[in-house]
């Protein structure tokens, strides 16, 4: 069992900043690939950006040269460090891990999982 716990969402204005962290914990083995993805209302979730264990990030067109992921291995977590928000930024951000997880005697099993979700919203 791998948990994700997100922080750091809240109320910003236009053109403000934010970093959101999200923190795996649980019998985890590897972590390969941490993301973020958000969902606003009336619409699908969506990638933002993710990162592998080797530090190669993948973001939506939408954010690129405006959000930065990063992560601390070391730590289990990731951050993104949202800049230059627009009111189009505002939805529900939803921290995403896979990897492999240690069942003890039993080896290792996958895992994919989602945190709570946190709010993030931009106001004009």
């Known amino acids: 069992q791998v948990q994700l716990v997100e922080s750091g969402g809240g109320l910003v204005q236009a053109g403000g900043s934010l970093r959101l962290s999200c923190a795996a914990s649980g019998n985890i083995f590897s972590i390969n690939t941490m993301g973020w993805y958000r969902q606003a209302p009336g619409k699908e979730r969506e990638l933002v950006a993710n990162?592998?264990?080797?530090?190669?990030?993948n973001y939506a067109d939408s954010v690129k040269g405006r959000f930065a992921i990063s992560r601390d291995n070391a730590k289990n977590t990731v951050y993104l460090q949202m800049n230059s928000l627009t009111l189009e930024d505002t939805a529900v951000y939803y921290c995403?891990?896979?990897?492999?997880?240690?069942?003890?005697?039993?080896?290792?099993?996958?895992?994919?999982?989602w945190g709570q979700g946190t709010q993030v919203t931009v106001s004009s």
């Open positions: 990162i592998t264990s080797g530090g190669r990030t």
């Open positions: 995403h891990a896979v990897g492999s997880a240690d069942r003890g005697g039993w080896g290792l099993a996958d895992f994919g999982s």
